[in-house]
């Protein structure tokens, strides 16, 4: 009965394989590298989520859905408890950013924030004339993760992460 065989064959193979599918790091290999852009000036990036579930020696990292929130500012907020008055406000912009952003905004400082599980983590950045800067967002089970990349530049600064707390 070779029919027997050849399917016996075919689930074996079936399982081996199901070992060698392709790790999906993706969002993570974007998030760590500036955002290319076609808007003149403003704000664009990327949003990965990174699973808390190692699977065959992968801990994938794909392309994420968020809604991210700006507001304008009157200069470069430094604490988290001046950035929980900015968000009791309505945001200048919200947008539902799938994987790839970009907004263009005019030359201001600005908030961004994420929501995360209940939590607001924020970032203060700048716009100048005629330039992109680069605002990476990385979901991890929990935690936001941010990159911040200056306009023309390949390395990345420490983003200062101000956590907000919702007001109910």
């Not at 760590?32 to 699977?55: F, L, N, Y």
């Not at 201001?108 to 994420?114: I, K, P």
Request: charged fraction near 10%.
């Amino acid at each position: 009965m070779p029919t027997r065989s050849v399917l016996f064959g075919l689930v074996l193979a079936s399982l081996w394989c199901g070992s060698c599918s392709p790790c999906d790091r993706s969002g993570c290999q974007a998030y760590e590298r500036p955002a290319t852009a076609s808007i003149k000036q403003g704000v664009a990036g990327v949003v990965a989520s990174e699973s808390d579930v190692v699977g065959n020696g992968c801990q994938e990292c794909g392309f994420a859905s968020s809604t991210l929130d700006i507001w304008l500012t009157t200069g470069r907020v430094q604490d988290a408890v001046t950035a929980g008055t900015i968000v009791s406000t309505a945001p200048l912009v919200a947008v539902q950013a799938d994987g790839h952003y970009q907004i263009e905004l005019d030359p201001a400082d600005y908030l961004l924030c994420v929501d995360v599980l209940g939590s607001l983590p924020c970032v203060p950045f700048t716009v100048e004339m005629s330039k992109v800067t680069t605002m990476n967002v990385k979901r991890v089970f929990g935690p936001a993760g941010f990159l911040v990349f200056a306009p023309g530049s390949s390395v990345p600064t420490t983003a200062q992460v101000l956590n907000v707390t919702p007001s109910s």
